[in-house]
């Protein structure tokens, strides 16, 4: 069996990076809310500075999966940590060890920046993965919930004025 080995993306990977994002959705039967364009990954993976990266995983001369991942901050610790956006390996190289050696790259790229915590979230549903979390010694975070605005909802919040901005706007007209 060929090696497996974790590399830099490089803007030459866009179209694959989109393949494995779209393979990713289908799994997790949301295939119609990936909105992606090539334009996109190129913007966020490869400006400068990137607003996150990516890695490919091989195994021998075959891609078979991909990570991305961004730093964060964390107020308590005072330090930044690495979150995990997404990770995929093909259906085909599951079993064989990408997947962990994927974790165990994003890792030490965490203690290389002297990260305070690695995450990632897992759908409540995804039992494969949630098992082999597990078996990393990976924990679930039960107390936390998370919450996201998206599309109308994060436009009306963002378009929301205060009742302070309405006040100094009606002090303003008289």
């Known amino acids: 069996m ?6 830099p993306a490089t803007p030459g990977d866009t179209p694959l990076i989109l393949h494995f994002i779209r393979e990713l959705a289908i799994y997790e039967e949301a295939e119609q809310e990936v909105l992606a364009t090539p334009a996109h990954i190129q913007q966020s993976l490869f400006a400068s500075p990137p607003q ?4 490919v995983c091989m195994q021998g001369e ?3 999966g991909f990570a991305v991942y961004f730093f964060n901050y964390s107020t308590w610790q005072g330090r930044r940590g690495l979150y995990l956006e997404d990770v995929y390996i093909t259906p085909q190289a599951r079993g064989q060890g990408a997947g962990r050696a994927l974790l165990q790259h994003l890792a030490r790229i965490a203690l290389a920046h002297d990260c305070g915590r690695f995450e990632w979230s897992v759908l409540d549903w995804n039992t494969p993965a949630i098992g082999f979390y597990d078996s990393l010694g990976a924990q679930a975070q039960s107390e936390w919930l998370r919450y996201r605005l ?7 919040l963002a378009q929301e004025q205060t009742q302070e ?3 100094t706007q009606e002090m303003a007209k008289s």
């Not at 060929?2 to 590399?7: M, N, S």
């Open 150 to 156: 998206a599309g109308d909802a994060l436009r009306t």
């Open 52 to 55: 996150a990266y990516g890695l």
């Open 62 to 64: 075959q891609a078979i």
């Open 2 to 7: 060929p090696a497996i080995t974790i590399r």
């Open 165 to 167: 901005q309405t006040q």
